[in-house]
């Protein structure tokens, strides 16, 4: 596991390594962190999925920036469908489908503002399958999500600012006849697939208005379906 830099056009942006142990090639995944930016606990997430025998880079969409400085405008930018962070989220991608010990086989897996990412590069990008986790949907999905990779998703239903997400996602996906799993947790709030607590006075807040955290108790079958969705998808490709 190593702080890296990997090229992002005319420039270079740091990045969170994870390499599984043993020898490659291994499929691997971009992870897309949430509004925080690029936490202990989203490097936790990179090193899940190498445990789990996937070649996993966090890059830092902030470029070392504190997160108050810079979420807005990557917001802005997640929901345009456009900008620097999309192309350091395709440079990511990229930069492991070129690597030696990758199969060139990639996913992205995305955590709230990242799961938002996450959908979006699914159909912009080269991406093998995307795991969107309480990820907010793009404007007029059925457009966005046209020629869209497999998608295995996760919501909480008591997420107030995600109502009704759940179910719109599986129908634009069947009606685009895309392999999905979609999934709505009751009982949980967002971020419940890790351990973000927002901080300061955010936090009081952040728990009652998103039930941020609410139902961690789903956690474990969220990661399983993304899992065993990303090795039919992901793994699984490389050896068909």
């Known amino acids: 596991m190593a702080d890296i830099m990997i090229p992002a056009g005319a420039r270079e942006l740091p990045a ?13 995944v971009v992870i897309v962190f949430e509004a925080l930016g690029a936490t202990e606990d989203m490097r936790a997430q990179a090193d899940r999925f190498a445990s789990r025998g996937y070649l996993a880079v966090l890059p830092d969409l902030y470029d070392g920036a504190p997160w108050l400085r810079c979420v807005r405008k990557a917001m802005l930018q997640m929901r345009a469908g456009r900008g620097p962070a999309y192309d350091a989220v395709e ?10 010990d990758c199969t060139g086989d990639v996913g992205v897996c995305g955590f709230c503002m990242g799961g ?9 990008y080269d991406f093998a399958a995307a795991a969107v986790n309480y990820g907010i949907l793009p404007r007029r999905p059925e457009e966005a999500l046209r020629g869209t990779c497999p998608i295995v998703a ?3 239903g008591e997420d107030r600012t995600l109502r009704g997400a759940a179910a719109k996602l599986d129908r634009v996906l069947t009606t685009a006849d ?16 890790t351990k973000t607590e927002m901080p300061g006075l955010l936090g009081p807040v952040t728990k009652i208005a998103f039930g941020l955290g609410k139902g961690r108790e789903n956690g474990p079958d969220a990661w399983e379906r993304i899992f065993a969705f990303f090795d039919e998808h992901v793994a699984k490709k490389s050896t068909t």
Not at 116 to 124: I, N, R, S
Not at 178 to 193: I, T
């Open 154 to 156: 996760s919501y909480g």
């Open 178 to 193: 895309v392999p999905h799993d979609v999934k709505e947790y009751p009982g949980s709030g967002h971020s419940f697939l």
């Open 91 to 100: 440079a990511a991608r990229a930069w492991l489908a070129a690597r030696d």
């Open 16 to 28: 969170y390594l994870a390499v599984p142990e043993g020898e490659g090639p291994w499929p691997a």
């Open 116 to 124: 938002g990412f996450a959908l979006v590069a699914a159909a912009k």
